[in-house]
């Protein structure tokens, strides 16, 4: 450990105590992983703040003494957001985990970075409400990283992403000094928007350590409806046209064969012999309308296939809905050895160019040779491709190609590199290729230049987001 290094940490044990700064080989090993394939550098030292005021003190230590710092919830980064690439100290917020407030008149609850989304839920349903951006891994996932990567999940047809759904923030910057974004109203005209700054910027330019979300009456009453398709047009030729009718979902998935597979179990669904891939849409409406609702959606499902379920039973709805949320662990039974790895893919086109880039995709599967399975959230146009990696530098290499091919079909229809689980390490090349396509790497220089403004000492989360090419 280099003498700067070490006066930082013996700085930091001084500030906080001992018992809130790990240092031991067998308490630093687990925070060199997170969800995503990446291993990262063993950090110097874990820090276990409890408040705002403890992260100034750690982040104003470690910007004096130059000391790389990764900021950390849950570790549940599917793009090595949460693992760092250099020797430095990690910031967990797991301990900030209060929900200070729920106003239901106001519709907004005031959460610190590390309440898992799944609790924050079922304190609002004690009021009939929900907050509802809804990640596959709520259950783990937390405020502050869902804030971070502005996440996205079954909902965000309805809904959109995290995005939409925050009124403000305290942050607290490299240097120390603690600000305030936004605030609690809904409506706010008062200079730029910093709020939806630090929204996605994975811990590049501060910690968040509050946030007031907006939070929404639960549905009144729904229905889930699954169709079995022999191929992929005839899924987006159905969401098209249940969209046109003018029938917003509150889900709207689809899945192929493979995944269907992983989580025919769970599912507890009779699978048409003929299925290639399955439609899951789920409609709402109050009560005395919701047959009219479901007959709309049905009809329009019926003019591209014969197999349709209605379900309205809300136990047989949270089980399809959790063997959905578990597709990925699911997938791991799938794996050839032990030893291979699934990556998970993430890009998004205008959901009416979806149908076309799936096409594409399939051929891309197919001419790199590489095993996959594909779903995702058809009502925004968001593709998720699970890749499944020998885990050897071939293997890699071949998924990267995999990522890579898809990643350009994406931009060709108009669509992005990522659409919900961030950049990270994994995709920082990704979005410099879809810059360069769109000829405005221009863009990515504005953003270091916001970067260095926060962040002048390039402290935190150094090599996320921003790739640079040989």
């Known amino acids: 450990m280099q003498k700067s290094t070490s006066a930082a940490v013996t700085e930091l044990i001084s500030g906080l105590g001992s018992k809130k700064i790990l240092t031991t080989a067998e308490e630093l090993v687990p925070f060199m992983k997170d969800a995503s394939y990446i291993s990262g550098k063993m950090p110097v030292a874990v820090c276990l703040p409890e408040n705002a005021g403890e992260i100034a003190k750690i982040l104003s230590i470690c910007n004096k003494h130059r000391l790389d710092v990764t900021i950390r919830s849950a570790g549940t980064s599917l793009t090595g957001s949460s693992i760092s690439g250099f020797p430095g100290v990690i910031i967990s917020t797991?301990?900030?985990?209060?929900?200070?407030?729920?106003?239901?008149?106001?519709?907004?609850?005031?959460?610190?970075?590390?309440?898992?989304?799944?609790?924050?839920?079922?304190?609002?349903?004690?009021?009939?409400?929900?907050?509802?951006?809804?990640?596959?891994?709520?259950r783990?996932?937390?405020?502050?990283?869902?804030?971070?990567?502005?996440?996205?999940g079954l909902r965000a047809v309805r809904y959109g992403a995290t995005k939409e759904w925050v009124l403000g923030m305290d942050v607290v910057l490299p240097d120390g000094h603690i600000i305030r974004t936004g605030e609690y109203t809904l409506k706010r005209s008062a200079g730029y928007d910093l709020t939806a700054l630090m929204i996605g910027s994975e811990g590049t330019l501060g910690v968040v350590t509050k946030a007031i979300l907006k939070i929404?009456?639960?549905?009144?009453?729904?229905?889930?409806?699954?169709?079995?398709?022999?191929?992929?047009?005839?899924?987006?030729?159905?969401?098209d046209k249940i969209k046109s009718a003018g029938i917003t979902p509150l889900i709207a998935e689809f899945m192929d064969l493979g995944t269907i597979n992983s989580i025919r179990k769970g599912m507890g669904l009779e699978?048409?012999?003929y299925t290639k891939f399955l439609l899951m849409v789920d409609v709402d409406s109050p009560l005395e309308a919701l047959n009219r609702k479901i007959e709309s959606a049905r009809n329009i499902f019926k003019e591209f296939t014969g197999d349709v379920n209605v379900i309205t039973d809300i136990?047989?709805?949270?089980?399809?809905?959790?063997?959905?949320?578990?597709?990925?662990?699911?997938?791991?039974?799938?794996?050839?050895?032990?030893?291979?790895?699934?990556?998970?893919?993430?890009?998004?086109?205008?959901?009416?160019?979806?149908?076309?880039?799936?096409?594409?995709?399939?051929?891309?599967?197919r001419d790199d040779g590489v095993k996959a399975t594909?779903?995702?959230?058809?009502?925004?146009?968001?593709?998720?491709?699970?890749?499944?990696?020998?885990?050897?530098?071939?293997?890699r290499k071949n998924m990267e190609k995999l990522q890579m091919d898809i990643a350009k079909v994406a931009i060709t229809h108009n669509g992005c590199v990522s659409a919900e689980h961030g950049i990270g390490t994994e995709k920082n090349r990704l979005l410099?290729?879809?810059?360069?396509?769109?000829?405005?790497?221009?863009?990515?220089?504005?953003?270091?230049?916001?970067?260095?403004?926060?962040?002048?000492?390039?402290?935190?989360?150094?090599?996320?987001?921003f790739y640079e090419p040989d």
């Open 94 to 138: 797991m301990n900030l985990n209060r929900i200070l407030e729920i106003n239901t008149s106001s519709r907004y609850a005031v959460c610190e970075p590390g309440v898992r989304l799944d609790k924050l839920n079922q304190e609002l349903k004690k009021y009939n409400f929900f907050y509802p951006p809804d990640p596959a891994s709520s």
């Open 140 to 152: 783990a996932s937390t405020v502050g990283g869902s804030l971070s990567t502005n996440a996205g």
């Open 216 to 239: 929404e009456p639960l549905p009144e009453s729904t229905a889930k409806i699954i169709g079995f398709y022999k191929d992929i047009e005839s899924v987006g030729k159905t969401m």
């Open 271 to 273: 699978i048409p012999e």
């Open 315 to 365: 136990k047989r709805m949270d089980e399809i809905y959790a063997a959905r949320k578990g597709a990925y662990s699911a997938l791991l039974d799938l794996r050839e050895n032990n030893n291979q790895l699934i990556v998970i893919g993430d890009v998004i086109v205008p959901s009416s160019e979806l149908a076309g880039a799936m096409t594409e995709i399939e051929k891309c599967v």
């Open 374 to 395: 594909l779903f995702g959230h058809i009502g925004d146009g968001n593709i998720h491709a699970n890749i499944f990696m020998d885990n050897t530098e071939e293997g």
């Open 432 to 465: 410099y290729e879809e810059y360069l396509e769109r000829d405005s790497l221009y863009t990515l220089e504005i953003m270091k230049s916001i970067k260095k403004v926060f962040d002048p000492n390039n402290i935190l989360n150094r090599g996320k987001i």
